[in-house]
């Protein structure tokens, strides 16, 4: 019997991406994808993930590296969480699910100040019974030992809980602990797979 349903937060219920959000402040198009990679493929992203390090930090790194582009990185991180917008029909499955007395949690990869950001913005976290995010525990998905946290917190029993998550990787560190799991693709498709588990109608 399912009790508990564990949400990621990016691109499952808050849309991320970065590519679209960079056309929107780049005028120079051919610029987008190499400013792309020099941000959100960067060592600091993730070391941003795992709370290793301040986002000034993470920027006088990044610009270090590529002081051509030093304006344009710091154009677009002076306001980047604006990408970071709620994926309404998602948030309306978590609505459901929390009337249906489903005990609901967060599972996340994300920064500090991003996380402050978007909890204050979007009232859809008070959903939450509670959750474990990246930057405060020092680890991130999908190493084991972020979901053991989870499990551990709040005395989760993986067999009566579904992990919602829209990376593979993610999904199988998930499976590997006994977790039901939805890869997510679109809220249609994740209303099906709750449906089949027969904790929607």
Not at 42 to 62: P, V, Y
Not at 84 to 113: A, M, Q, W
Not at 134 to 153: F, G, Q, T, V
């Amino acid at each position: 019997m399912i009790k508990n349903i564990v949400f990621d937060l990016g691109n499952v219920l808050l849309n991320f991406k970065p590519v679209i959000y960079l056309h929107t402040q780049i005028s120079d198009k051919t610029k987008v994808q190499e400013i792309y990679e020099k941000i959100f493929t960067s060592k600091e992203w993730l070391m941003l993930d795992r709370g290793m390090i301040t986002e000034k930090e993470a920027i006088n790194e990044i610009c270090n590296r590529s002081a051509e582009n030093t304006e344009l990185i710091k154009l677009v991180m002076h306001n980047w969480y604006q990408l970071l917008t709620p994926i309404e029909d998602t948030v309306e499955v978590l609505k459901k699910l929390k009337h249906k007395g489903y005990r609901l949690y967060v599972l996340s990869n994300f920064h500090l100040l991003a996380y402050e950001d978007v909890t204050k913005r979007y009232e859809f976290f008070k959903y939450f019974d509670g959750g474990i995010i990246s930057y405060k525990e020092k680890l991130i998905k999908p190493d084991k030992d972020i979901y053991d946290k989870l499990i551990k917190k709040y005395k989760i029993n993986p067999k009566e809980s579904i992990f919602i998550d829209d990376t593979i990787e993610n999904i199988e560190s998930a499976r590997m602990l006994s977790f039901k799991t939805i890869l997510y693709i679109n809220s249609k498709d994740l209303r099906k797979k709750l449906i089949e588990y027969d904790v929607l109608l």
